[in-house]
């Protein structure tokens, strides 16, 4: 039946029998009950009240919370809905016949209403959107008081026409709502439908169901962001405007006390006029109400105001504050959430009805009794006292009943106390149970004691409270926190100290003393029952005028069990008024501001002006002036600036220089900001996570998200336009278009999603393309999509941001990195958020410990500028309040308690406005009727063209926040304008965000003149382009969106910013307007002119007459002027002349007084303002110099006016230079009288023929500011940062716990950011709410940054920066650095008769090959440093040689050329793509480091014992390797056969010998190869084992024995060889088995550098024909595996020894690659045949040129070296590792004290310092450089070569050798016709003997030296050679390396030839 008597109190029986008679009769089948049933309806609710009193318990209001969505608080009552009949239709929206029931298709249809039926709409819960039309019987509805509804239901279907349902649960299920709860017709009916003027069915008034519901609606509509005031007199059907409810979720609040409520339904201001149809016919009320035009009542009431208060029955309950679907509203959802104020009062929703006043006693109200609110409550008051409910641990707050309108209800007090309740975080460790929290006795009587001590203009603060309650605490549990701190915690800790507590009984009496010295301004009723009795009494009081200086009254009942119970009212008018609207959400106070408007209740404000001035109204005056001055202009001020003005059209266009432009560059901290984004991104990439693989994209493109502001969007792209961003990542050609540009700019506006949509399209087929998401401005619209998907009807681009940059795609995308961009970071810094802390940027300070880190021409003045310049004195500060305007506006807000302050603010203060304007125009005698402030505003503006030869002026920034307000004003000031006949003096415009600029056409030919544009259409479309246009810029849109404005802006006007909305982002984005850029360059003896126009007496008088001509019953407080005046002569910045001498001392220590400034450290910035920056203030195409405005402002036609010291503020302004400054600041004028400055005024007017703009560099402009604003921006709280600053952060997030300590005043960005991290999280409507993790790693994107700096500083510019640098970044990864050096030597390469003549042979023929001659010479550029090989006698020049480099430029002065990497390349470890990922075992198939250690050893008789060497084989390359079992003993490594002609793998193994270059070392060959099978072996020292494992998991390593450690490349060399051909024969005794011979079996090996990159290969076309000599060529990149299957398919390869290839440079010639193979050296990159080679060994010692002594040692065994000439190899210079990473440092001492290579030699047995450095690379290091001492007649002298015995070692560049091996059968050189001028003997052999030595010629003179490993063998060497016979020794001719004796020194001994 949809009625439920749960917890209803049992009555007589008659009820029951009724009720049983009413629900028969409808059962029965006759439509209509019988009469009898229609007379009784349920009592009137009074009789009851006695019954019931406050203890019910509220099913029914308990299952309503669940609605809107919401969670109810206790458990709904479960149901099971029927399962509809078969085939019938189950859509939402229609019934079970299939048809249509939804208002929106049913609103135009014709539809049959039965007599006595009206039509409802009913709500479906999974239509949330859509109301459902249904026909209900009149009698089974409320009437208009909520009373009287018959129990039971009868209705029809209007959409299929069936009648008769008698139950609502059967037509709830024909209707298909589909309910999880038992059907009720009063939760699911939920309004009238009534027609419009135009026939159409709308939505109507609420179905007032019972009062305590309806007024719980009415609570919480302010809750919920919708509609606050309904339409006056209306009877329109109101449309719905949608609330976004959800449930209110406070960590220290039980579940029963969250608030949360449904969608109310709100009247619109729609239809405001006409009458409404009421479902057919007028309602006579209604009409009644129209024409009564009663608009002093702004809410009239729909239920009447009850006389008969109390709590009615169950089925029309009184209203109850404390039950959950009342007040305590969920937080709302809407865009503009209040945060602190998470519920609005009790404001109400009326219903078309009743209006009628009924006396209202008061009777001694009994406990649980309703509360009558006076019904002439607010006229009495002047304003509505706000209730802030506080401690009630009993039964309810009390009903409120009767004229609720004029009260406001809020939780905050109660919540605040609750949360103080919960213990700290910090503090849980402490062990929570020993700590106490605060007791509710010591909260109230803090809360007391804080109001008392509140001055009469300040307002309460929940921040301040909660500090307090901290303090307290802390205090008190002192001792326990400190021991806890120092001792780990006890298991029984010891009881606390008792302090004594306040007992409830001392309560009052505790309260009434700290009362009592406040002078009435708190009052403490004590009330002995509830706290209903309190309120009584207070109404009582206020009503009867006792309460007139009270602000605060303190309710407190302390009788029920020594609990308390008590609640605070604010009842001050300027208090109660401020918190009364800040509880509105911005949404509501949009509406509640243009309902006064429509309805005209302003109207009374205009008509109050006009009896203030005694000339009558100013329109009269305004007409009369007009007419007076029609036809002719009278002032001079507009004579002069009107000549001048047609002079400008005439052509002979004046100069002025103060329009200068300066060139666009990015600024020093841009680009440092930038490369900190780029050095954030890297690091994301280079983490382990691999998350952005930044390796894999070619280009960067970007998308730049911004709000939907039309001026903001223009200058984003002129920003992305002028940067030159689009060309320098390639996205566009040359000549970009501004259409092109605006791909790249996205403003968040109902179209956005289609171009998003692309933007995700094109990522997604773009995969090699990072795409930058730059979320500008990006702490607007944080409203998650959730919220959007509840309303979607009520603003498309609600949830907007959520949607697009939150969706799956971009979180998934991988290349996609989204950037957050704001001034305001502060809700996206909270428990929640996805952003990590590592990627936050902030800007960076100015300055570090003094030093300036970026200097720069430009310094940044922000908001701690503003207020450094409120603190030291001087001068008047640029932060001002206008204290008569403040006066004025405190007078009109107590006669006019019913209009929202917004609207008497707006109206003053273009009042003052209009009368600042005449006054300058002539009708001085309006001085009187404006402010100081204004006037000087208003004077400064007219008179700025005037003073320019060009007419430039200034701009003056009017903050309008509310549209309908601004477009109030705008016309005001508009009509003023024009009967001043000043239209062509300045411009008015109103700016607005969701429209573009209008501009006149005579300004905008000014414009165009003075930018020198000469485009017909041009239109100004940025605020940057009205630079120098003398203008007043009314801005509206409750949020800046980060549009910039020109230098000329000279006043910020912000005194109609919403003072109460107390939230830091919402503060600091205002006062973010005046932020500005001043030259750094400021002389430092100029302090701040004043720009006021009258002196301190003037304004004295002026504001006083004002407030007696309010009639103000203001107490002597209100008339007081905040500050003294006057200030004394010395104060004053033109007295002093060493006023700015502290300023070097303030420009260094500017961190000192930080503001709330969105970065505090960071705010004051020297960043000049053009480039693609946000403050670049911009005129037009051209970038221009922030140009200046407000010269002196002494007119001509009033000369005895002193400029005014002061206007009520603190006279202050900091002294730095960077202050307004002008020629007035040097006269003595702090007097007041005006006779004293005469004379100045006079010296004023000859210096002010000056453009206005010539000073804007150096002044920022003044900033006006409510009074409120202005406190709480310049006090400081203990912490020493503005109070400001410790505000809530952000409307859409909350603080986590009232337990939280300060800011402070030192803290960083970072760590502010930390803080918010820790200390706030989101509401339910942030986007962010749904993210969990709370600070966990895994709760974070990868690739999302933050990017935050203060206002106007240049952010976007950094931001296109860091595009630019991105996308190098991006191509130098994709480059790389290779060696580009000609070959050496080249002319004296062997020119033998023979040539190789086959110029297009691919392979070399055996036959030809073995006759060309062998080229000893060295060609490779990287031992240009080396000695000179001659192989016959040849007369070289000295000069021939190159000039010897210094060693420590060898590396360095080398020739690179930077190439693009192939796709063909190798690669470090910092490469990853899709591809390698399994070749570098990233792969899910193969475990990563999972690999097997296998020892593997060999004999060597060279080494005179057993190998040992290591294999690190990962289970994926094991298929290369025979094992005795799986798993077993290595045996071997596969060797392919000679005749494998496969094509899919390469057959050579490759070794690379690396050292130092894990990370750089090029060893990711997948590419390379081609994705080819292949054996690749690291060759690593043990040392290095573990870090070559972790970067090449997936590589097969060899590690070289310990005693390797600290060997050269020779030893690596000599080890890979050797175990080669041992595995060679390993696997020739394997394969022999199968049957394979053994000369089958593959003989090479690769052996790499570590640094070859690309190979490259040379096509030669000779034109056919063969052996042709003439041949053009070209050379194209290859990759390994197609030179590598090119060599191994040589023809007779096996009889190769060794095969290499060119090294690649730009400048070889056709000369280089003529002859397709050589017989020479080769390096780098050698294929080695270690059969063939198996006599001749690498010299295991060796550090340097073991590869030219191993190619010479194969040359002279007879073996050949063929050079493929036509392949080249790429070598990337690499500048860690290798042999560099070889330092030669003394043993004796750890400094690295730099060592010459002379002293790596010294006298064996002397007192040298010994070198920790193997004695091998000493010798070859020495040898290098120092040769020549023991070979000087060899130097310079190449005709006389030194001899060199079986081992080539380099004796540096200005000394020739010639190599001999003493093997048998070896291959030399004929010695014959050499005279050799030197012998060197290293560690010879058997081989060497005395009749093979005397073989050779010597120089008389000549010099020998033998090395041997010790002096022993020294002696034996010198006597088996008989070298005595020829030489002669002498003692002192023996040396030694400058090793220890454990180090195994090398021994020397020199000799003469005698």
Not at 1149 to 1170: N, Y
Request: proline share 7%; glycine share 6%; hydrophobic share 35%.
């Amino acid at each position: 039946m949809g009625n439920s008597y749960a917890g209803q109190l049992k009555t007589t029986r008659f009820e029951e029998v009724l009720h049983d008679s009413i629900e028969a009769s409808l059962r029965s089948n006759s439509l209509v009950p019988r009469p009898i049933f229609s007379q009784l309806y349920l009592e009137a609710e009074q009789q009851l009240s006695a019954l019931e009193g406050g203890s019910r318990v509220d099913n029914e209001e308990e299952e309503e919370e669940g609605e809107g969505g919401l969670e109810p608080s206790g458990p709904p009552n479960p149901y099971q809905m029927h399962p509809p009949p078969e085939g019938c239709c189950t859509t939402d929206g229609f019934c079970q016949a299939g048809k249509d029931l939804r208002l929106v298709s049913m609103s135009t249809e014709p539809i049959d209403v039965p007599a006595g039926f009206l039509l409802v709409g009913a709500k479906s819960p999974s239509l949330p959107d859509h109301l459902l039309v249904c026909a209900v019987d009149k009698r089974f509805l409320p009437d208009d008081n909520g009373h009287n509804a018959l129990l039971g239901f009868s209705g029809n279907c209007v959409g299929c026409g069936k009648k008769g349902f008698c139950y609502f649960t059967e037509f709830s299920n024909h209707i298909n709502l589909k309910l999880t709860t038992q059907p009720k017709k009063q939760k699911h009916l939920k309004c009238y439908l009534v027609r419009n003027a135009q026939g159409a069915l709308t939505k109507g008034p609420l179905i007032c169901w019972k009062v305590s519901e309806f007024r719980g609606r009415q609570a919480l509509a302010s809750a919920c962001s919708a509609s606050l005031f309904p339409s006056l007199d209306s009877s329109g059907p109101p449309a719905a405007s949608s609330s976004e409810p959800t449930p209110g979720t406070n960590p220290s609040v039980p579940v029963g006390a969250q608030q949360a409520g449904p969608a109310s339904d709100h009247p619109s201001l729609a239809a405001a006029t006409g009458p409404a149809v009421f479902n057919g016919k007028d309602s006579p009320k209604d009409q009644q109400l129209v024409k009564n035009k009663l608009s002093a009542m702004p809410r009239p009431s729909a239920l009447g105001i009850l006389s008969n208060s109390g709590p009615p029955k169950k089925r029309h309950k009184g209203w109850s504050p404390e039950s959950p679907s009342a007040t305590d509203g969920g937080f709302s959802q809407g865009g503009g959430n209040r945060a602190k104020y998470e519920s609005a009062g009790v404001s109400y929703m009326p219903q078309v009805g009743v209006v009628g006043p009924a006396s209202v006693t008061f009777p001694v109200v009994a406990s649980g009794e309703p509360v009558s609110v006076p019904d002439n409550l607010l006229k009495i008051c002047k304003a509505k006292p706000v209730i802030f409910k506080g401690k009630y641990s009993h039964g309810n707050f009390p009903y409120l009943c009767g004229n609720l309108n004029d009260v406001v209800v809020s939780p905050l007090l109660y919540t605040c106390y609750q949360n103080s309740q919960s213990i700290s975080r910090a503090y849980e460790q402490y062990g929570a149970s020993t700590i106490q929290p605060i007791s509710e006795e010591t909260q109230l009587l803090l809360t007391v004691y804080y109001l008392v001590q509140l001055a009469a203009d300040q307002v309460p603060l929940m921040e301040d409270l909660e500090q307090i309650f901290l303090r307290s605490w802390r205090e008190s549990h002192l001792t326990e926190i400190r021991q806890y701190q120092q001792a780990p915690p006890q298991p029984f800790p010891p009881a606390p100290s008792a302090v004594a507590p306040v007992t409830p009984a001392q309560l009052p009496w505790l309260a009434g003393l700290a009362a009592s010295s406040c002078n009435d301004s708190v009052h403490i009723i004590e009330c002995t029952y509830s706290l209903a009795e309190g309120l009584s009494e207070m109404f009582r009081l206020l009503i009867e005028g006792k309460l007139a200086k009270t602000n605060y009254v303190v309710i407190i009942c302390a009788c029920r069990n020594a609990a308390i119970d008590s609640c605070i009212a604010v009842t001050g008018k300027y208090q109660a008024r401020i918190l009364s609207e800040s509880l509105l959400t911005p949404a509501e106070y949009q509406k509640e501001v243009s309902y006064e408007l429509v309805t005209g209740k302003v109207d009374s404000l205009g008509a109050f002006f006009s009896t203030l001035c005694p000339e009558g109204d100013i329109d009269i005056l305004l007409d009369k002036f007009h007419q007076e001055n029609q036809g002719h202009i009278s002032s001079s001020l507009t004579a002069s600036s009107v000549t001048k003005s047609t002079s400008l059209d005439v052509g002979s266009a004046p100069t002025c220089t103060s329009y200068s432009l300066e060139p666009r560059h990015i600024r020093p901290f841009q680009l440092a900001v930038a490369q900190k984004l780029l050095s954030h991104v890297c690091s994301i990439a280079d983490s382990s996570t691999q998350n952005l693989d930044l390796g894999s994209f070619e280009k960067v493109d970007f998308l730049i998200c911004i709000p939907p502001s039309e001026v903001t969007y223009q200058q984003t792209l002129f920003h992305v336009w002028h940067s030159g961003v689009l060309l320098e990542l390639g996205l566009e050609k040359e000549h970009v278009t501004k259409q092109r540009v605006e791909q790249y700019v996205l403003k968040l506006d109902a179209e956005a999603q289609t171009k998003f949509k692309s933007f995700l399209q094109n990522s997604f087929q773009n995969p090699h393309t990072l795409f930058v998401l730059i979320h500008d401005h990006a702490h607007w619209d944080l409203v998650s999509s959730a919220v959007h998907n509840l309303y979607s009807q009520s603003d498309p681009s609600v949830g907007l941001v959520d949607r697009l940059l939150n969706c799956k795609e971009v979180k998934e995308a991988p290349n996609i990195v989204t950037l957050h961009v704001t001034s305001f970071p502060y809700a996206l810094q909270t428990q929640h958020t996805l952003i990590s802390p590592y990627n936050e940027i902030h800007w960076p300070a100015s300055y570090s410990n003094g030093a300036d880190l970026y200097p720069e021409t430009k310094k940044y003045f922000g908001l701690s500028e503003f207020i450094e310049s409120t603190l030291s004195g001087h001068s008047l500060p640029l932060l001002r309040y206008d204290s008569s305007f403040e006066a004025m506006v405190t007078a009109l807000g107590k006669r006019f308690p019913r209009l929202h302050s917004a609207v008497i603010r707006t109206f003053v203060l273009v009042q003052h406005y209009a009368a600042a304007m005449m006054a300058v125009s002539g009708l001085s005698r309006m001085k009187n009727h404006t402010s100081v402030e204004t006037l000087e505003i208003a004077q400064n503006l007219l008179d700025s063209p005037r003073r320019c030869p060009c007419g430039h002026g200034l701009m003056v920034l009017l903050r309008v926040p509310c549209s309908p307000l601004a477009a109030v004003a705008y016309e005001r000031l508009a009509h003023v304008r024009a009967r001043l006949a000043l239209e062509q003096h300045f411009e008015i415009i109103l700016g607005h965000p969701s429209s573009g600029i209008s501009v006149g056409t005579h300004f905008v030919k000014q414009l165009k003149m003075w930018q020198k544009i000469e485009d017909a259409e041009w239109r100004p479309q940025t605020y940057l382009e009205l630079e120098g246009l003398p203008c007043i810029l009314i801005f509206s849109g409750m949020d800046p969106h980060g549009e910039s404005l020109p230098r000329s802006l000279r006043y910020c006007d912000l005194r109609l910013i919403n003072s109460s909305c107390l939230v830091r982002t919402a503060l600091e984005q205002e006062l973010g307007l005046a932020a500005y850029f001043v030259s750094n360059e400021i002389p430092l003896e100029k302090g701040v002119r004043s720009e006021a126009l009258e002196s301190g007496t003037e304004k004295l008088s002026s504001t006083d007459s004002e407030e007696e001509e309010l009639g103000t019953e203001g107490s002597t407080s209100e008339k007081r002027s905040p500050v003294k005046r006057e200030r004394p002569h010395s104060h004053d910045s033109a007295s002093s002349p060493l006023s700015s001498k502290a300023s070097s001392s303030v420009l260094c220590g500017e961190s000192s007084a930080q503001p709330g400034g969105p970065s505090q450290r960071e705010q004051a910035r020297p960043l000049q303002p053009c480039g693609p920056s946000e403050e670049g203030r911009v005129p037009g195409d051209k970038q221009r110099l922030r140009a200046s405005q407000g010269p002196p402002v002494i007119s001509r036609h009033s000369p005895g006016l002193a400029p005014q010291p002061d206007s009520g503020l603190r006279t202050t302004q900091r002294s730095t230079q960077v202050s307004v400054t002008s020629s007035s600041s040097q006269l003595s004028c702090s007097g007041s009288s005006s006779s004293s400055t005469v004379p100045a005024a006079g010296t004023l007017v000859l210096q002010a023929a000056q453009c206005s703009m010539t000073k804007a560099c150096q002044q920022p402009p003044v900033v006006f500011l409510p009074k409120l604003v202005y406190d709480m921006v310049t006090s400081t709280d203990s912490s020493g940062l503005p109070k400001a600053a410790s505000l809530l952060p952000s409307h859409s997030v909350m603080w986590a716990s009232s337990f939280r300590p300060l800011l402070s005043k030192t803290m960083t960005s970072t760590e502010q950011s930390l803080y918010y991290r820790q200390w706030t999280v989101p509401r339910p409507s942030h986007m962010d709410y749904g993210n969990r993790a709370e600070g966990r790693v895994d709760g974070f994107h990868p690739r999302r940054l933050l990017l935050s700096g203060p206002p106007q500083i240049g952010k976007t510019g950094a931001y296109l920066q860091f595009l630019s640098i991105l996308s190098r970044m991006l191509i130098r990864l994709t480059e790389v650095d290779v060696y580009d050096e000609e070959e050496i030597s080249i002319n004296l390469r062997e020119e033998s008769d023979w040539h190789y003549l086959q110029l297009t042979d691919p392979w070399p023929d055996l036959e030809l090959f073995k006759k060309l001659p062998f080229d000893y010479i060295i060609h490779d550029p990287k031992y240009e440093d080396a000695s000179l090989i001659c192989s016959r006698h040849q007369g070289i020049k000295s000069e021939e040689r190159g000039t010897p480099r210094k060693p420590e430029d060898l590396y360095v002065r080398r020739q690179t050329a930077r190439m693009r990497l192939s796709k063909f390349a190798a690669h470090n470890t910092y490469h990853h793509c899709e591809q390698c990922h399994q070749y570098l075992g990233f792969h899910p198939r193969y475990q990563l480091y999972e690999s097997t250690l296998h020892a593997f050893a060999f004999s060597y008789s060279m080494l005179g014992e057993e190998v040992q060497l290591h294999f690190i084989i990962p289970k994926s390359k094991e298929h290369h390797f025979v094992f005795s079992q799986p798993g077993g003993q290595l045996e071997s490594m596969r060797l392919p056969l000679v005749t494998d002609k496969s094509r899919e793998y390469i057959k050579s193994p490759t070794f690379t010998p690396t050292t130092g270059r894990h990370e750089h070392g090029l060893f990711n060959l997948y590419h390379a190869m081609d994705g080819a099978s292949h054996l690749h072996v690291l060759v690593v020292k043990e040392y290095e084992m573990a870090v070559y494992k972790k970067y090449w998991p997936n590589h097969i390593m060899l590690v070289l024995p310990s005693v390797f450690n600290s060997a050269g490349v020779g030893a690596a060399h000599f080890l890979i060889k050797e175990l080669s051909y041992h595995n060679l024969e390993l696997e020739r005794s394997r394969q022999e088995e199968l049957g394979i011979q053994p000369q089958d079996i593959w003989p090479f090996i690769v052996i790499s550098d570590d640094s070859c990159v690309m190979w490259n290969v040379v096509d030669v076309d000779c034109g056919g024909e063969r052996s042709s000599r003439e041949f053009s060529w070209s050379e194209r990149n290859v990759s390994l595996k197609y030179i590598m299957q090119h060599i191994e398919a040589s023809p007779n390869i096996t009889h190769y020894a060794l095969i290499g290839m060119r090294k690649w440079s730009s400048k070889a010639g056709s000369r280089e690659v003529r002859e397709p193979f050589s017989r020479c050296h080769v390096h780098d990159f050698i294929v080695l045949n270690v059969d063939l080679t198996q006599n001749v060994q690498y010299n295991q010692n060796r550090f340097l040129c073991d590869d030219v002594d191993f190619n010479l040692r194969v040359h002279s065994a007879g073996l050949l070296l063929c050079r493929f000439n036509r392949f080249s190899v790429m070598k990337k210079q690499i500048v860690v590792g290798g042999q560099r990473s070889f330092h030669i440092t003394s043993k004796a001492s750890d400094s690295p004290v730099s060592i010459m290579p002379a002293q790596y030699i010294c006298a064996p047995d002397s007192k040298h310092t010994f070198l920790a450095a193997p004695a091998q690379l000493l010798l070859e290091k020495f040898l290098q450089h120092h040769s020549h001492r023991f070979f000087p007649l060899s130097l310079k002298n190449h005709g006389h070569p030194v001899l060199l015995v079986d081992c080539y070692l380099n004796l540096g560049p200005q000394i020739s050798v010639c190599y001999v091996s003493s093997r048998p059968h070896s291959l030399n050189i004929s010695c014959s016709d050499f005279t050799f001028s030197g012998l060197l003997l290293y560690l010879c052999d058997s081989f060497v003997g005395a009749g093979f030595l005397k073989k050779f010629h010597f120089l008389k003179g000549a010099t020998l030296c033998v090395i041997c490993q010790d002096r022993n063998s020294l002696r034996q060497t010198v006597v088996r050679l008989e070298l005595e016979d020829e030489w002669q020794f002498r003692l002192r001719d023996e040396f030694q390396t400058a090793n220890a004796k454990e180090d195994r020194p090398l021994f020397f001994l020199t000799g003469r030839h005698i």
